[in-house]
């Protein structure tokens, strides 16, 4: 019955949120906790900004510190961004009577009316306010640029307002193809776009990466671009990556102090039937920022949503109700269920207490069996110990002699050097022994070991792929396996193995990552596998 009540609270809503999603949105309140200190730093930027304005009376100097910004402001403000907007435009055409300087500053601005939700403006401005005949190559780029840009956010969002007549976005991809350089920012989003309408997911997955790879996770251009890359997520009907690339895009609109942003209210839009309490909590902050930002779209698409989340209240109180209830009843059933197991205690209690008695006896007698056995264990492991230890002794002890009889071979080279023919002759006899004793050693180790692990090459192969496994003579093991064989007896220093061995370091780590790469699973663990040989 416990079991059932405990059933009713599993199925609240925030249960569902699965454990990756569940830390996001942890990691998500973090950076959310530390918005104010983010909105700090960019206020004290823009002051900074400002007052360096305000100092320069350079006219040219102070339009191009206006212009920055206005774009520094852009997502952050639009009250400040178009009142630089509108300075910059004044004082390019009243004091440096610069059209070109002009035409730049109208054009960010209506891309600034056009991001806003001001859709008249902005297509008042874009295609009736300004004489585009005159515009650089750059210029015309920018302007076409905004012009697509105004496109796509209409299109997207003009419930809000009565359609105006402009051509649609893919109209102009043809010209930013022709303007915008190849390797650029701009470029590449343009053919992302075109790949998502055209269905092309997976080319549009690849243009997407790209574009994130370009920048880092706390530039501004990275929200954005992390953006698009879950609304492809969502058209590949990925629901857990697009949730995990609107978290990060979220964070670094948090990271950069934007106001103007979709990807907090998209994650507080896409968790509110399993987090209602979370999702208010996220829309409360984006409400905050577009009332803060004073456009109209951005307010005007988070109220859409408050109505969600009134129902969603809603269907949680009753909820919520109907589980009171579920619960007093269930909680009824309980007590009258402990009133029948109490009356059964009570009369069986005298014989449950003989049979504790009886099960204390057996648990002595049971704890006594096991300290027998962890103390056998211990004798057993210990003895593990010193016949592996005694064997790397011996091992050790045979190739030093290899080396000695090396050392020796050496001596009669030099003795050849020097002339000393005579003596080389009395001694030449003997100069074949450090081959002949390694041979030893190896026959003596393969002898040694494989009788100690008799079944150590068919469990060895075990753990390799199968065209890589190893079929050595009987009662022999080839040099891979003399390798892992002293890895097994816990030798796997591989400047060890080499001594022991008489081979070159490099030859050691090269059978050892030959071996790996055809190990099952993964590689950088086979050598602890071969560790558990035989145990």
Not at 19 to 43: F, N, S
Not at 299 to 327: G, K, T
Request: with cysteine.
């Amino acid at each position: 019955m416990l079991a059932v009540a405990l059933g009713v609270a599993a199925c609240s809503p925030a249960s569902r949120i699965d454990r990756e999603t569940g830390r996001l949105l942890t990691e998500l309140d973090g950076y959310l906790g530390a918005r104010d200190v983010h909105m700090a730093r960019k206020r004290d930027q823009m002051d900074a900004l400002g007052k360096l304005a305000r100092s320069t009376s350079d006219p040219l100097r102070r339009y191009e510190l206006e212009m920055n910004i206005a774009s520094e402001f852009f997502a952050f403000s639009f009250d400040s961004t178009q009142q630089y907007l509108k300075h910059c435009q004044e004082l390019a055409q009243d004091v440096l009577k610069d059209p070109d300087l002009y035409n730049e500053a109208s054009v960010q601005l209506g891309h600034l009316y056009a991001k806003a939700g001001s859709y008249l403006e902005a297509s008042q401005l874009l295609y009736g306010g300004l004489d585009t005949t005159a515009f650089s190559e750059a210029l015309m780029a920018e302007y076409i640029w905004c012009l697509y840009d105004f496109s796509k956010d209409l299109g997207g969002n003009s419930g809000m307002v009565e359609q105006l007549s402009i051509p649609p976005d893919s109209s102009f991809r043809a010209r930013l193809y022709e303007l915008l350089p190849r390797d650029s920012d701009r470029w590449r989003s343009v053919l992302r776009d075109e790949f998502m309408e055209k269905g092309r997911l997976a080319s549009a997955d690849s243009v997407s990466r790209l574009l994130l790879s370009t920048v880092k996770p706390e530039d501004r251009e990275y929200a954005i671009f992390a953006f698009f890359q879950s609304e492809i997520e969502n058209l590949k009907g990925n629901q857990a990556e697009r949730m995990a690339w609107l978290v990060r895009s979220a964070e670094c609109d948090i990271v950069n102090a934007v106001r103007d942003y979709a990807s907090l209210t998209m994650v507080a839009q896409n968790i509110l039937s399993v987090d209602v309490d979370r999702s208010f909590r996220y829309l409360r902050v984006a409400q905050e920022d577009a009332v803060l930002y004073n456009a109209k779209l951005r307010p005007w698409q988070i109220s859409r949503f408050l109505m969600e989340v009134e129902d969603a209240y809603a269907v949680r109180q009753d909820r919520q109700n109907r589980a009171s209830v579920v619960s007093a009843i269930l909680l009824a059933i309980l007590v009258l269920g402990l009133s029948l197991i109490t009356y059964f205690l009570i009369v069986r209690s005298r014989k449950l207490f003989r049979m504790q008695k009886a099960l204390e006896t057996s648990n002595v007698q049971l704890a006594a069996a096991n300290e027998e056995l962890s103390v056998l264990n211990r004798r057993i492991s210990k003895a593990d110990k010193v016949k592996e230890a005694y064997i790397i002794d011996f091992l050790q002890g045979l190739s030093e002699q290899v080396a000695l009889l090396r050392s020796q071979d050496n001596r009669f080279r030099n003795l050849l050097k020097q002339g000393k023919s005579d003596q080389l002759f009395r001694e030449l006899a003997i100069s074949e022994r450090s081959e002949k004793a390694r041979e030893e050693f190896y026959r003596k180790f393969d002898e040694t070991f494989l009788a100690l692990y008799p079944d150590f090459v068919e469990q060895f192969n075990a753990l390799l792929q199968e065209e890589a496994r190893m079929d050595p003579p009987q009662g022999r093991l080839t040099t891979e396996l003399r390798i892992f064989a002293l890895i097994r007896l816990g030798v796997d220093d591989s400047k060890k193995i080499a001594t022991m061995l008489d081979y070159s370091v490099s030859t050691i780590y090269n059978y050892k990552v030959s071996v790996k790469n055809a190990a099952l699973g993964d590689r950088d663990k086979f050598e602890e596998r071969v560790k558990l040989i035989g145990k």
